[in-house]
């Protein structure tokens, strides 16, 4: 019978914390209008000066700057990342938008989602936006923490928040041979449209 305190106590702190962790990661909810105006900011950096530069090693990969970036969009979305095989490089993906697809009025006619790396999104009906529009507006983005200050900070964004990010778009070739090459454009879309990017700056809208 002694036990019995035990197993509930353990219980009532497992409800405890989950839904503490369910609070701290609540979605935000805005009102409707554009939240982050601005297209992202990119300084490409010649092949040359890349090839040149110094790389930056991290979690056994070498990475190369391909272009300075800052970004200032709405959080879509959050995947966290912690068995497959990019997972110490890009704990988690962002699905990023901006313009158009940072007004919660346009949002709710879109259905959002993102697994296996990859951020999908579908009309609710009619679309609002074209998919041009969508595709030019939006982005999943691999983020790389430069920092466990930065890391802290990624780990707390919540979905309707508005974040700049500042930092590199980067290529990266792991120790065996694995590699990973940032979208340098935003109107691409499918294998390869993501941006990789090295962020060592996080600014979160209050």
């Given at each position: 019978m002694w036990?019995?305190?035990i197993l509930l106590a353990l219980v009532?702190?497992?409800?405890a914390w989950g839904a503490w962790g369910w609070f701290e990661n609540r979605p935000?909810?805005?009102?409707?209008?554009?939240l982050a105006p601005t297209d992202p900011?990119?300084?490409?950096i010649p092949d040359s000066e890349g090839a040149n530069g110094e790389t930056v090693r991290f979690a056994g990969w070498a990475l190369r700057a391909r272009a300075h970036y800052v970004i200032t969009a709405r959080v879509l979305g959050i995947e966290r990342y912690s068995l497959d095989t990019l997972a110490k490089l890009v704990p988690e993906d962002l699905a990023l938008g901006w313009g158009p697809m940072s007004d919660s009025g346009t949002l709710r006619t879109f259905e959002i989602s993102q697994s296996n790396r990859f951020f999908y999104?579908?009309?609710k009906g009619a679309m609002t936006l074209s998919r041009e529009t969508v595709i030019a507006h939006s982005a999943n983005t691999h983020v790389i923490p430069a920092d466990p200050s930065v890391a802290h900070r990624l780990s707390h964004l919540r979905?309707?928040?508005v974040v700049t990010l500042s930092g590199d778009l980067v290529d990266g070739v792991r120790e065996d041979g694995a590699s990973i090459k940032t979208s340098l454009v935003?109107?691409?879309?499918?294998?390869?449209?993501?941006?990789?990017?090295?962020?060592r700056e996080v600014e979160i809208e209050r």
């Open positions: 036990r019995h305190p009532a702190a497992y409800i935000v909810d805005p009102p409707d209008g554009v900011v990119q300084d490409d999104w579908r009309a979905r309707g928040q935003r109107t691409d879309t499918g294998p390869g449209a993501c941006e990789v990017m090295l962020v």
